[in-house]
């Protein structure tokens, strides 16, 4: 299984794509994966569960921030190419 | 730390990230040097040598400071201070860890000691060393099968670093959500998972000299003393937590999760090995 460095950034892209659109109400919530029924965890703590959510609920921050365009523009570019 | 040779790295280090400036710097030197007479009575070539060599050195400055935004030179100068000693004794452990001691990573107030003065402290050196040699033995082997050209070579060399970076993100990933608060830096990471291609050139020297028997036979001796190494080696890192920020008890997660981390880390390794080195050795 010859890999590039190429297709790593293309999985990349993707798995980070994957994440991001992961919707808030209409599905994480149903899961009981929403970010609002994780309150309750302070002190030292946190649980796995938690750390995933809030990894989520940060990739999907930072997605609608500035790499909202600059993802979408390098897509379009690799996956036609 | 005390870095007792930075006069020759800082100067390697620096070279190598703008080495089209510092050859700006000594070409006119030694354009000075013989001509200084003419220099000296031509104030045109005398003010434009000083003009080029404030600009030489405005970007040098410029290089260095935005290589220090994104990686801390001074962290991966800690890497590389390594010796003979050093090495010989850390290629030994790696192949045959199971006479090894102490496994403990010796601080001095507070830092971490340097790899010249303590074995257990991870090093770069020896990782990008064995990665181009790898690279160098693949290009070999495959050309003792005649399935060599110079594309297969990048690719051997790009597959190898693809696995590397997927093993450290998997790694980080895996330390950050079970809040693990160990002080295994990114660098720590890539030096540990690039230990492995020590094995993996002594399997694949095995497997050309000795035919596809020596192969196993060092396959299997590599993966066992590698798992051993990770295993001791992380164990001291991760399992046992000195945090000051707990309430005194034992370690802030569950200590079977950290376990996991540690088997399934050793455990990857004989399968990359076997993966990256099968294809060479047939």
Redesign the interface.
């Known amino acids: 299984m010859a890999f590039t460095l190429y297709s790593l950034i293309q999985a990349a892209i993707l798995c980070i794509n994957a994440v991001a659109v992961l919707h808030e109400e209409r599905f994480l919530s149903k899961i009981g994966w929403g970010v609002d029924q994780s309150v309750g965890g302070f002190g030292d703590e946190p649980g796995i569960k938690v750390q995933l959510m809030n990894l989520i609920r940060s990739v999907r921050t930072v997605m609608r921030g500035a790499c909202f365009f600059l993802l979408r523009i390098f897509s379009h570019l690799t996956v036609s190419g | 730390f005390d870095d007792t040779s930075s006069a020759a790295p800082g100067m390697n280090s620096q070279g190598f990230y703008t080495p089209a400036y510092n050859m700006a710097g000594p070409s006119n030197d030694m354009q000075g040097g013989p001509g200084v007479n003419n220099l000296f009575a031509d104030p045109m070539a005398s003010a434009a040598m000083m003009y080029g060599s404030s600009l030489a050195n405005q970007g040098k400055d410029m290089v260095n400071k935005e290589i220090n935004r994104f990686m801390s030179v001074n962290k991966l100068k800690y890497f590389f201070a390594v010796d003979t000693r050093y090495v010989l004794k850390k290629l030994m452990i790696l192949m045959f860890p199971y006479t090894h001691q102490d496994w403990e990573v010796r601080y001095h107030r507070d830092t971490p000691l340097t790899p010249r003065q303590d074995v257990n402290a991870p090093d770069l050196y020896i990782p990008t060393m064995a990665f181009i040699t790898y690279i160098l033995l693949a290009g070999m082997a495959l050309g003792i099968q005649k399935r060599f050209s110079p594309e297969v070579l990048g690719?051997c060399a790009?597959?190898a670093?693809?696995?590397i970076?997927?093993e450290v993100l998997v790694m980080l990933l895996s330390l950050?959500?079970?809040?693990v608060h160990s002080d295994l830096s990114t660098f720590d990471l890539i030096a540990y998972s690039g230990y492995k291609y020590v094995g993996m050139i002594f399997t694949v020297l095995c497997g050309l000299m000795f035919g596809s028997d020596g192969y196993y036979v060092a396959l299997a001796w590599s993966s066992c003393a590698l798992m051993f190494f990770i295993v001791r080696s992380l164990k001291m890192k991760i399992l046992p937590s000195i945090s000051s920020?707990?309430?005194g008890m034992g370690s802030?997660?569950k200590p079977q999760?950290r376990l996991y981390i540690t088997v399934a880390t050793a455990v990857f390794q004989p399968i990359i090995i076997y993966?990256l080195t099968s294809h060479l050795v047939r």
């Open positions: 690719l790009s597959t670093l693809v696995w970076i997927i950050y959500l079970l809040t920020d707990s309430m802030n997660s999760l993966w």
